[in-house]
């Protein structure tokens, strides 16, 4: 008999009548002899909507009281799911993140877990519950509500596959895999049947949604045996797997393009030692992510400095940027949205030269200008202007013929 951990997103439980389709998914699997728990998202459409609403009331809303108000979006659906399954004639508990329970630290809209207590979900699954986790929340040692960024239900997902040592964790989501470019973007995108963790990682972390990055760093370190999949059809999905298979590796699997990425540029800074610490440091401090750096060569004993923040992060770099760049006597901080990363991920990368000069050379043909560069191991990122972001993730997928099977 299996242990299974499965994941349904916001699309996969829409409406009461996906709720009911999710519900037959899982009585599928209890009836093939599964013991299974569930952690659903909210329904579509409904944290933005809170969100919302925040806004609304609030120009500045607290952090913790956001966390309060976000996390009710999966307790509806915890509720649904449960009753829909007790309707097939399941039994099923719901459980809120702070009731499993899930603890996290306590830096509220992207709290990190920290232990799972899985004591009570396995006395219910030896009653033959299905027990209906809250994906995206936890609670904090003084238990107060947490939520763990966006996405955040594949998180809770895999935490929970590890804390239970689950045979697989099954991400249901409404793409039936992991696309070499978001399917919704490249219609010739195609399905991977396998991609190493590593490269999961990077498309990850580069923007691709279908796994929040933290879902798939959980994964590799605890060995959680992952794979998407959709929740409206049956199919085999991606497997996310340790092994570089014996098959020959393709050069590149997948293109990414992130949108919710910010510019920050610190112009005007005298060029002496410190500069990047005093400028990183300030954000890194108040648990701000930085991606992109680019320091230019001085001129006149001064010079800019520009890092790229995710974009909801941008104000609050600003605020803290401010006080530094008076300290600093340089000329003055500015932050930009209008970009886009695109990455280009692949192991293949490490063997073989040239991805880079095929990546510019296409971008130079559609004369898309480049703004920045960085690299990893298995990673090209660039950033462009947000308008040609689409047309530029279209271009490098045919350059790299990733709609063949091998390039
Ligand atoms: P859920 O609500 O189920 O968590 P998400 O919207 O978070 O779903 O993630 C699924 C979406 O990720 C897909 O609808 C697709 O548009 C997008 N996506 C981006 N890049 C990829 C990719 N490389 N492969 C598959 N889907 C991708
Ligand atoms: N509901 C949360 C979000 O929209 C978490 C999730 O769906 O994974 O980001
Ligand atoms: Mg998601």
Redesign the pocket.
């Given at each position: 008999m299996s242990l299974i951990v499965e994941k349904y997103?916001?699309t996969s439980v829409g409406s009461p009548e996906r709720i009911q389709a999710v519900a037959k998914n899982i009585a599928e699997s209890v009836a093939g002899g599964d013991r299974v728990v569930v952690v659903v998202?909210?329904m579509s459409g409904e944290?933005n909507r809170l969100l919302g609403l925040a806004d609304s009331v609030s120009a500045k809303p607290s952090a913790r009281e956001l966390d309060v108000l976000v996390s009710t979006?999966?307790q509806v659906t915890i509720a649904l799911l449960s009753m829909a399954l007790h309707s097939l004639g399941l039994g099923a508990r719901s459980y809120t993140g702070g009731q499993v329970k899930i603890l996290t630290d306590n830096v509220h809209s992207k709290a990190r877990i920290i232990h799972i207590d899985s004591k009570k979900m396995m006395e219910d699954l030896d009653n033959n519950q299905v027990v209906v986790v809250a994906?995206?929340q936890g609670v904090d040692n003084e238990n107060n509500i947490t939520t763990l960024g966006?996405?955040?239900?594949?998180t809770t997902a895999v935490a929970l596959a590890a804390a239970l040592e689950a045979d697989e964790c099954r991400i249901y989501t409404d793409v039936d895999g992991v696309y070499t470019a978001d399917p919704r973007v490249v219609p010739e995108a195609r399905r991977l049947d396998r991609i190493t963790f590593e490269e999961m990682l990077e498309l990850s972390g580069a923007g691709a949604k279908v796994l929040?990055l933290r879902s798939v760093e959980f994964a590799g370190k605890y060995n959680v045996p992952l794979r998407v999949l959709s929740s409206f059809e049956t199919g085999p999905g991606t497997l996310i797997t340790y092994e570089e298979s014996s098959m020959e590796q393709p050069l590149i699997s997948g293109i990414t393009a992130n949108m919710d990425e910010a510019k920050i540029t610190v112009r005007g800074v005298p060029d002496m030692p410190g500069i990047a610490y005093n400028i990183i440091g300030a954000v890194s401090e108040a648990h701000i992510n930085v991606d992109m750096i680019v320091q230019n060569i001085g001129s006149d004993g001064l010079t800019d400095f520009t890092f790229t923040v995710a974009g909801v992060d941008l104000d609050k770099s600003v605020e803290l940027l401010t006080p530094v760049v008076s300290n600093l006597k340089a000329q003055t901080v500015i932050g930009d949205t209008n970009l886009a990363k695109i990455s280009v991920v692949g192991i293949g990368m490490r063997s073989h030269a040239g991805v880079a000069t095929t990546m510019f050379q296409a971008l130079a043909e559609k004369s898309i200008n480049i703004q920045m560069i960085s690299t990893s191991e298995i990673k090209i990122s660039v950033t462009i202007d947000k308008e040609y972001a689409e047309l530029a993730v279209r271009t490098l997928h045919k350059a790299f013929r990733l709609e063949h099977l091998t390039n």
């Amino acid at each position: 008999m299996s242990l299974i951990v499965e994941k349904y997103g916001g699309t996969s439980v829409g409406s009461p009548e996906r709720i009911q389709a999710v519900a037959k998914n899982i009585a599928e699997s209890v009836a093939g002899g599964d013991r299974v728990v569930v952690v659903v998202s909210a329904m579509s459409g409904e944290t933005n909507r809170l969100l919302g609403l925040a806004d609304s009331v609030s120009a500045k809303p607290s952090a913790r009281e956001l966390d309060v108000l976000v996390s009710t979006g999966e307790q509806v659906t915890i509720a649904l799911l449960s009753m829909a399954l007790h309707s097939l004639g399941l039994g099923a508990r719901s459980y809120t993140g702070g009731q499993v329970k899930i603890l996290t630290d306590n830096v509220h809209s992207k709290a990190r877990i920290i232990h799972i207590d899985s004591k009570k979900m396995m006395e219910d699954l030896d009653n033959n519950q299905v027990v209906v986790v809250a994906g995206f929340q936890g609670v904090d040692n003084e238990n107060n509500i947490t939520t763990l960024g966006r996405g955040g239900s594949d998180t809770t997902a895999v935490a929970l596959a590890a804390a239970l040592e689950a045979d697989e964790c099954r991400i249901y989501t409404d793409v039936d895999g992991v696309y070499t470019a978001d399917p919704r973007v490249v219609p010739e995108a195609r399905r991977l049947d396998r991609i190493t963790f590593e490269e999961m990682l990077e498309l990850s972390g580069a923007g691709a949604k279908v796994l929040q990055l933290r879902s798939v760093e959980f994964a590799g370190k605890y060995n959680v045996p992952l794979r998407v999949l959709s929740s409206f059809e049956t199919g085999p999905g991606t497997l996310i797997t340790y092994e570089e298979s014996s098959m020959e590796q393709p050069l590149i699997s997948g293109i990414t393009a992130n949108m919710d990425e910010a510019k920050i540029t610190v112009r005007g800074v005298p060029d002496m030692p410190g500069i990047a610490y005093n400028i990183i440091g300030a954000v890194s401090e108040a648990h701000i992510n930085v991606d992109m750096i680019v320091q230019n060569i001085g001129s006149d004993g001064l010079t800019d400095f520009t890092f790229t923040v995710a974009g909801v992060d941008l104000d609050k770099s600003v605020e803290l940027l401010t006080p530094v760049v008076s300290n600093l006597k340089a000329q003055t901080v500015i932050g930009d949205t209008n970009l886009a990363k695109i990455s280009v991920v692949g192991i293949g990368m490490r063997s073989h030269a040239g991805v880079a000069t095929t990546m510019f050379q296409a971008l130079a043909e559609k004369s898309i200008n480049i703004q920045m560069i960085s690299t990893s191991e298995i990673k090209i990122s660039v950033t462009i202007d947000k308008e040609y972001a689409e047309l530029a993730v279209r271009t490098l997928h045919k350059a790299f013929r990733l709609e063949h099977l091998t390039n």
